[in-house]
């Protein structure tokens, strides 16, 4: 993807999000990553403390479908026929690739020679049609889930994973990554949250080994960790329905 799509894509969507939520220009960051010389994704947030909990409505398919329907109106095409509409109503002079009425604005002035509004046309319409997914990392998440797998420990890991993937809950952040304050490393992580998660097998059912769990989880917990234990005979949708915070609300 080219930075011209990716640059113009920061700056519709950002506008789109400011409008449809009514923010200010400084309520609303987003950064292209892992640098503006190495464009790859765009990170969102906001900025001003506390903040709206906008970006969290965003990501409902409803919320959503809304943004995009608001940037394809912003860069000048009707949004149901998709009719190139050339300028904003009130303007009198034709918009070739970009204007402070769609995709330009003082916070952008770096990215102002990259912005084309008629280089994002098809892929916001084709946003429009698209399934929305959550992802815990700056990789897709397909990526991320197949940096997952491969850091697996056991193939009830697997299928715990998979689980999660498959019907779209948030992926962890982390697997197989010691804490050494603890002297514990548990099987995934949601660094974000502060959440350990351990996929149990049958070698937890014996009383030492429920002992040493124990032990485990008070010294997470102590020291701020909230743990969540998957055992291999409990319902894991009702787990997972139970801590909606940490794995998203189906």
């Not at 952008?108 to 008629?118: G, I, V």
């Not at 890991?157 to 962890?172: H, R």
């Not at 952040?173 to 002297?183: G, P, V, W, Y």
Request: a negative charge.
């Amino acid at each position: 993807v080219s930075d011209t799509i990716l640059a113009s894509l920061q700056a519709a969507l950002k506008n789109a999000i400011q409008r449809v939520f009514e923010l200010e220009d400084n309520e609303l960051s987003a950064e292209s990553l892992p640098s503006r010389d190495n464009r790859k994704s765009i990170l969102f947030y906001e900025a001003t403390e506390g903040g709206a909990g906008v970006l969290k409505r965003v990501i409902d398919n409803s919320g959503f479908n809304q943004v995009i329907r608001e940037a394809i109106e912003l860069c000048h095409y009707d949004p149901i026929t998709f009719e190139d509409l050339l300028k904003a109503p009130q303007s009198k002079e034709p918009c070739e690739a970009a204007c402070y009425d769609c995709l330009m604005s003082y916070s952008n002035q770096t990215d102002h020679e990259l912005l084309d509004r008629k280089a994002i046309i098809d892929v916001l319409i084709s946003l429009l049609s698209s399934d929305l997914s959550r992802s815990s990392s700056e990789f897709s998440r397909v990526e991320h889930y197949e940096r997952l797998k491969n850091l697996n420990g056991s193939t009830l890991e697997v299928k715990w994973l998979d689980y999660l993937y498959n019907n779209g809950y948030n992926l962890p952040t982390h697997a197989q990554e010691l804490i050494e304050s603890c002297h514990t490393q548990p099987d995934y992580l949601y660094k974000d949250k502060y959440v350990a998660v351990f996929i149990d097998g049958p070698v937890h059912d014996s009383p030492d080994q429920q002992a040493k769990d124990r032990i485990i989880t008070n010294d997470l917990e102590d020291t701020g960790w909230h743990v969540i234990r998957f055992k291999y005979s409990e319902d894991w949708k009702a787990i997972i329905s139970s801590n909606a915070n940490v794995f998203g609300d189906k």
